[in-house]
């Protein structure tokens, strides 16, 4: 279900409607195919069976839900979202900063570029695809963010945190260390 940050007193508007500690996980009954660990509820024993367990050595950069749920999806578990099961998480002044929102965004996209490379397997035209795209999702989300900064700060920060994402997965193809988070 949806975590929903609560952003500290002083925080500036525009920050706030950019919200950029909200993922949208999608709408009652949509089926995912990885998650995070702030709003879950599962059964204990596909975990169990699949013999899963968190990988320490994502433990600086984050990342590790990410992992396991992909990983527990490809084992046949179904992972359905909801959108009435919500909560309310304090957002840390220390998390609002740009460096932080910039490194979550670049691991948040090297992050999924390792499991959808997985999924492509070895094919060199599928990972070229992969790369062509999210070049070109990097620079139009730059572009558009610099377009839009004098106009609309909030829209600027979302399109610059879709360029992060998307130079995340860049940082996949000569197979970079996630960033450090933590």
Known sequence: GPVFPQYPEGT?????????LYVDWGTRGQLVETGRTGNVLMRREPVERARLRFDPELGATGGEDTEFFRALARSGVRMVVTDDAR????APPDRLRPGYLRRRSL???QSYARFRLRDIGGTRFGRMLFFADALAKTAAATAGAAALRPFDRARSLQLALKG???AGK?????????PRMY
């Open 12 to 20: 500036p508007d525009w920050l706030v409607r950019a919200n950029p």
């Open 87 to 90: 909560i309310w998480e304090e």
């Open 107 to 109: 691991r948040k996209g």
């Open 164 to 166: 992060w994402m998307n």
């Open 170 to 178: 860049l940082r996949e193809l000569p197979g970079w260390p996630l």
